[in-house]
């Protein structure tokens, strides 16, 4: 983990060289960078508590309401356009700043009425597009009604590949018949890998699928070749900024100034830790100790073992090791690999946070 | 705004919030309703000119929906019908034309893979027990080669060849080849060469194997349909697949090639020496290598132009701008013919979806390929009848306007005319053109200039004006307007100027060709060449008169003068044509119906910038919401604009780095400034979120911390800033410089 961890600051740092001098290119033909390096830190703004954070942040009064809602409606006078344009056999590619996630849903449930519409939400960590071509096979199946009817078990034993296969040959009678594909963000990081892409790539290419997908990200098209973009996907561009908040799209993006992810603040760890046995408690306690008197290094396993032992904390190393899965799910303990090979345990908690953690769970 | 419910045929409807969490769902089914429709329309569309209110009521929806909704559906299905029409045309025209320009080059492709194939046969088959065993047939003598072909086909872009490697496989496979195609993407080192194989089984056999072995290949080409055909594996980008991973398959292959005989076509992208880079010379000597060479993308393009624009295979034409920013485009930024095909499919679409009068198009071409005959403004009449637009105008109007319909069929009938001429001339141009090297696209963009053409008149006539009968002795060709235009036209005339007769002899042999059908220009053409034939025997007699009286230098001079006469004859024909014919569609009334011209709606539709523009949005916000609140002040920002806005404006100050603290602290400063302005009787815009948090300074504090997280959030998913590393946990990088 550690090794990893190592690894990737290392690369990180490795690209960063690689990116300062052409950052410093552009940056030179700015004219606005005077550049001034502040000193300031993070930690010197007075973050309210994070509950609070969390509360205010779903609590965002919008702005511009009317305004929005008006050039939402500006753009239904385009339906037809784009309807047309997927007749024709062109996907859409949204994109402009602001969720276009309700407009393409509405313009899906308005004007696609006559075709079977599946939503992609791109946004997620995950999406297994195998499901979603087994969905896209059986709707297909459905509206055809053909003959030799592909039963749905059979379809979720085949593979990705003849799955799009299936697609792409299917015969359609009527030219007019298509399944429409919406997929928000195609440039999710579900879908950012370069197989997921060419996988869609394929799929919009299939005679009876038509794509309607939004991009956020500025360096979306980068994902594509020109044959992915100017033939398979054969994309039209629409330019249609909606200024709505993100707010699916940035449900799994974490609060900068809440510090969750990377350190825990005080009170998430002391409702963890009021939650766990006594013992374990007391285990975090020792840990916690030696970690407010030797703040520069973590404690040897071994040497927490001993002391827990003393106290008749734990009998056993297994019992130790079950307290420590439990603190390391919880990021309340981290492992280190110290300089003499020894695996090491850190709490990633400042040393007055920790006394805080302390007096509250005392 | 929301979407709404999925319909009822969905059978697990969810709400709104739960779908944005699954990971994919079904909004809803194709309705059943929709089909009906769908066939109502079907059935009205065949008897478009007998509709009647009653037809188009009974296919409505039922509930409420109005007789415009009908129009509505009816106009898309025409759309899609006159757009299907044209563009299958053009399509299938512009296939041809590349087929027909690489007919040879497969040819010779075909004849090597026979000559290969007999050449392997030559080494002997292998016996019954020989090819039945599961390894390769091993000699003592020197082991076989793999034939492979080098095809150059001279692009920058893979995307083109992936059309001609198509074609070239339905070329061998008709000429009685088993032919196969991989990609780069499977010669990749995370498929290795299982991944390979197994592809190459899937492609040839048709059914996935696991573990693929090449053995069961073998005895698929033993069976009795597959035996005694060549086996033919093409790889289109040579340049782009892994060498070690191909050399392992070229060395299998070669070890196997009496019991498979494999022929390999490479698409190789760079030059000859391709191979040298990327195979080590073991796989080299395995290699037999052949080289063949395909056009380059401007001949493809320019025999694309002359089929789909200059010939007219539909009615269908681009305005100027338009083909300006294709030719742009192509020739400066993309350089591949899809791309441009791509283009013109889009603008086609545009054209269809714009232009109400466009739908015409699709019955011109129907009946032009039913009749063959041309069009005649009576038939013309008879579309514009049958538009639904006009059909409803002519009941309001009760047929009042008889006389101006009448009208504008003529002009119809007579753009084509002129479409006709204009591509004559054109061509004449062109053919002239190729003793100079004009490329036909360059060509084209300029005879589309419609701002050129009146000074072409007004030039000629000024000189008309002024003396008519110019002495020929100074620079005669500068009396014609054309050579003083500049561009390309003047380029190829001046080449016509200085062509020795036996070329320009060829020429006019070739404009002959071209004019046959068109009247008004083969009689000038016939004027032309009498007279020039008329002076080639009055000089051929003078010299014969010349070289027995005078001795032979004096005849030579007099005949370079009279082929140098000849030469500007020539001039005079073509200014001619330029002047009176090459009439640029646009200025020809009722050109909106043929002629697409929306050049900046199809540069948005074609080519999108999202990484300007979404600056742009953010940036310059209220150009596109049009709010009262945020624009009166210039470039100041403002509390009521955007947070997003605001946050990256104040982005723009930094660096490549952005300090979060300091970010913080302006952003805050500048949405507060709304509570101090609150103070103030002055009714200010966004007054109800402070309403209710004026009681709390803490309720304030979280709600601005939060608006400025959820900020960072909104410029992390456009990818304008990059979160802080572990090296750097106070500062987020910015990503997009200057737009």
Partial sequence: MNNIENWEEEEEED??????????????????SSVKKSKRKITDIDVVDEQELREAALHIQPKHENEIAKLMDSYTAMYPEWLLSLSCGFALLMYGFGSKKALIEDFASKTLTEYSVVVINGYLQTINLKQVLITLAELLCDQV???????????????????LTFLYEVEVEDKDCFVCVVIHNIDGPGLRDSDTQQYLARLASCTHIRMVASIDHVNAPLFWDKNMAHTQFNWCWYHVPTFAPYKVEGMFYPLI?????????????????????PNAQSVFKVLAEYQISHPDEGMPISDLYSVCRERFLVSSQVTLNSHLTEFKDHELVKTKRHSDGQDCLHI???????????LEIS | MAPSSPSESCPQPLSTAENDLQPFFVLHKASHHGKDRTSAGQGKSRKRNKLSPILSQSANKPEGSSTEECDRYMRRKMQIEAFDIVWTKIESTIKDVLRDLNASVFNNIQQWVMECFDAIRLVGEPSIAEATRSFPVLNNTTPLKVYSALVITRNIEFVDDIMTFEELGLFLKSHGCHVTKLSSMEFSLKNGI???????????????????????????????????????????????CCGSVLTDFILMLSEWVVKVPIILIFGVATTVDAPRNIFPSHALECLCPSMFMLVTPAERMDAIVESVFIKHCTTFNIGHKVAQLLRNYFINQDGTVTSFIRALKVACLLHFSMEPLSLIQGRVIVEDQLRNSGLSPETMLKYMEELPSHASYNLSRNKMDDQTNKSMAEGLSELLTVQKLWSTVVLCLYEAGKYSGVRLLDLFCEALNHVLYPSRDSVCKKRDEKDHDLSLTNDPCQQYSIMQSGGYICQIVRKVRDLPSGKLDQLIESWEKLTVDISEIYEKLKILQSSIRCKDGKSSLRNSKDISKRGVSKGSINNDKDSRMSNLQAIAFLDDLVRNYLRPIEGIPFHEIFCFKNVEKLQLVLIGDPRRTIQVDLLEFHNMLHCSCCNKSGKALLPSMHDSSIMYSLAQEHGDLINLHDWFQSFRTIVQHTNKRKQKPKHTPQPKKRKDTTGSEDQNEASIQARFCRGVIELQVTGLVRMPSKRRPDFVQRIAFGI
């Fill in chain 1, 257 to 277: 100034l809440a510090h969750g992810s990377a350190s825990q603040s005080v009170k998430t760890a002391s409702i963890v830790l009021q939650s766990l046995t």
């Fill in chain 1, 15 to 32: 690209e960063e060289e690689d990116l300062e001098f052409s950052r410093n290119y552009f940056l030179a033909k700015e004219v606005q």
């Fill in chain 2, 194 to 240: 299982a991944g390979c194989l197994k592809a190459l089984l899937r492609e040839f056999i048709g059914s996935s194997f696991d573990p693929a072995d090449i053995q069961t290949l073998a005895s698929w080409y033993r069976e009795q349909d597959n035996y005694n055909k060549p086996l033919v594996l093409m790889i289109n980008d040579l340049e782009r």
């Fill in chain 1, 145 to 163: 009604k053909a003959k030799r009817k592909v039963s749905g078990r059979q379809l979720s034993s085949q593979s990705i590949e003849d799955l």
């Fill in chain 1, 348 to 358: 990633p908690l400042t040393t007055e946070a920790l006394q805080k953690v302390l």
